[in-house]
């Protein structure tokens, strides 16, 4: 299976992408295929979009997002090629943003161009970004789950965060074996300080312990919805692993939902 590079020292230091080049590829394939693309207002310096497609005999909603971190740039590339290929289950409805942070990446920062990290601001909205972002999911109907693409450049392998209050149905497990096929996961006890097995952390869901929320803590703390996965691919393999990694992610969880409905 495909080693670390090994360039990630401190920081992300491995392949970078020209975010407005993935974005036309985003929103062409999105434009060909029949979504309905949203322009955010007052979103701040570069536009940010949101897409629906929507299921005439729905099984399943799913609230997909990434970008949020400009030294992350798997998640975008990951969703434009699966835009592009087309390949979503037809009676899935479908909600994305494909880069909530597009002026963090010609820097490779994980904040945006006013040094704020967007993830971190979805308590107070203080920045124009994740004010339009709110208001954009606020107007969406609940969805039954939320899938938030990152990367972490000091992770081992991939990993992810579930959250799951009311201990409903999860499948995290399973897609844990899944992209293991392609991506070698994490097994470190600890992972960002918070205990982890197999991959796999299910962090406290309560506002108190939480000053500065990230994007999934408000979706599932607004009844969005009450289950999130945040995945995180390890960045310091090269760029077609990661990728992988995320898309087997992805279609992972949507069949494993798909099949329990």
Known sequence: MTQ????NDGGYFGETIRISDVLKRTLAAAEQ?????????GAGVLPLYGMRRLAKREQLSVYISTGIHGDEPGGPVALAGMLEANAWPSDVSLYLCPCLNPTGFPGNTRENLAGIDLNRDYRHFKSPEVAAHKA?????????????????WEAKGFYLYELNPEKQFAASEAMLEAVGAVCPIDQSELIDGRPAKGGLLRPIASPDARPLWPEAFYIVQNNKTRLSYTLEAPSDFPMPTRVDALCTALKSLIK????KR
């Open 4 to 7: 670390p590079l090994g360039k």
């Open 33 to 41: 295929h029949g979504w309905s693309v949203e322009l955010f207002p």
């Open 136 to 152: 954009w999911i606020d107007g969406l109907p609940e969805f039954d789950i939320a899938i938030c693409l990152h990367e972490d």
């Open 256 to 259: 494993l939902h798909l099949a």
